[in-house]
């Protein structure tokens, strides 16, 4: 339902925009974010898309993170700059339903983000 794409290697200081595309479901039907899980970690969230265009991002993520949506191409997006080796991570997308559709929620299968110092 979810596919997540973009990831791959970077050195600090450069730029990865992540895609994640749905098929299947309406995305404003569906508050969407992106988080990620480092090695030994748990997963986080780094941000949020509500359906109604609220967006949250994770404090260490503020400025150089950005989430964003487009709802006709049921496509959300991680615009990742300034990226440092502490953001290294697979990413997953995740959606969660709400109004009518609350209770359902899918996940994409990850994509890897590396940034080499």
């Known amino acids: 339902q979810l596919q997540a794409s973009g990831g791959g290697l970077v050195q600090a200081g450069g730029s990865l925009r992540l895609s994640c595309a749905g098929s299947g479901i309406i995305f404003s039907n569906y508050d969407m974010g992106w988080y990620r899980q480092a090695p030994g970690k748990q997963r986080e969230l780094v941000a949020s898309?509500?359906?109604?265009?609220?967006?949250i991002h994770r404090d260490s993520v503020k400025g150089h993170i950005t989430i964003s949506r487009d709802n006709a191409r049921n496509t959300i997006y991680l615009q990742m700059n300034s990226l440092e080796p502490e953001d290294t991570a697979a990413y997953y997308c995740n959606a969660k339903g709400v109004r009518r559709y609350r209770g359902r929620e899918y996940w994409g299968q990850g994509t890897q983000v590396t940034v080499s110092s």
């Open positions: 898309s509500s359906s109604d265009g609220t967006t």
